[in-house]
């Protein structure tokens, strides 16, 4: 299955970002404050598993002044197994899986937004069958969602947008159309994290390729900035997907100039390099379960890896990657190890979100409060300068 998605990515994902513009499509919502069965809504108790066996368990307090003032807009990657190449808005078992494992780390800080969208499935890449139109359906479902929010429920708030593989793809486009050319709106942007698409920049520099505008991240309190990477246990090789311009989802840039993106989330909170991976422990629904890893003797809905990956970014021979390096050397550490489980072309790509979510949220969390103290401190001088109007004018 590995092999075979592939080669058809190799085919069909390049250039989703350019897609033509199309006419806004339906959507529903997947996640959203006050929705019954909420799937980013659920237990985050965690069991700390260390290489001795379980050390405790916590659960992350909600951040109630954070949540007031921000909100989180995802999009989730490719987990539709529908048998057409555009997915229906049928609330499938992997969309709420997928939600679960990649926004619920998050929502102690942030309401949580997330369209189910008419997503181009596993079907259409294995059978090339991905062309301009069925990605153009797909970001179509995407845009339409944000609009709605934008319009209906933003008021604004900081926004916190998360993506990852062809989320991110369509995230990508997203931020171009907007964040890029609306300085009003690019206030707004707390921060995107952008895992696993391919976004690129000038050589040596923060925007040039993927945004204009919009700047990859350089330390916890930055604003309005971008966290992205794709992860590898090695130098990407030659026909990878991800880490090399013009590999998935990537735009039409020339590698001589442009590079990927990394952004090692473990240097920003100030972790020295050191993964806090966080994973749902369900068993998740279909085919991805042979390939991901099982948690299912884990009691906790969530556990916690302490002190077995490190991660570090690194540039060799056109690639740009994140390496995860399993820095475990207790003999009796049996915890499970990730994997490249849909092989070298891919790297750690099904793990990725969730191997760094402890760095992750950690991240967005310093960025929302520093949005925080933005508006406070916006507030101060408003107030300071009606009085002084006021003042003047008597």
Known sequence: MGAGIAIALVGVLVGVGTQPAMAEQQFTWLCKPGRANDPCQGSLLTGKVTADGLAGQSTPKTLTR????????????????????????????????????????????????????RQFTVSAILGSKVTEQVAATA??????????????????????????SQGTGHLKKLISQTFDRKPNLRKRLVSAVLIGGNVTVKKGKRTGGSFRKVPSCVRATELGCVIAFS?????????????????ALSEDVDPATHEVLCVNPARLDGSGG????????ATFPGL????????????????SFPDMYSASCRK??????????????????????????LGRTWGTHLTEVNATAGNL??????????????????????????????????
Not at 77 to 101: F, H, K, M, R, Y
Not at 274 to 281: C, I, M, V, Y
């Open 66 to 117: 954070l949540r007031n003032k921000v909100d989180c807009f995802y999009v989730y990657p490719t987990v539709s197994l529908q048998s057409g190449d555009n997915a229906d808005l049928n609330e499938d078992p992997q969309l709420d899986a997928i939600a679960a494992q990649q926004t619920s780390r998050f929502t102690p800080g942030c309401r949580m937004f997330a369209p189910l969208y």
């Open 316 to 341: 060799a021979d056109g690639a740009s990657w994140l390496n995860i390096s399993d820095i475990s050397t207790a003999d009796s550490d049996q915890r499970p190890r990730m994997g490249e489980t």
């Open 231 to 247: 992860s590898f246990l090695s130098e990407p090789p030659e026909d990878a997907l991800f880490g090399r311009v013009g590999g």
């Open 274 to 281: 050191r993964l806090k991976p966080l994973f749902n422990t």
């Open 139 to 164: 970001y179509a479902g995407v845009k339409a969602a944000w609009n709605q929010y934008l319009k209906k429920y933003n008021k604004g708030r900081g926004i916190v947008l998360i993506g990852h």
């Open 361 to 394: 949220a950690s991240v967005v969390t310093t960025q929302e409060k520093t949005f925080l103290k933005k508006l406070k401190k916006a507030r101060k001088a408003k107030a300071k300068k009606k009085a002084k109007a006021k003042k003047n004018r008597h």
């Open 288 to 303: 991805y379960a042979t390939l991901l890893p099982d948690l299912s003797a884990y009691e906790t809905p969530w556990v």
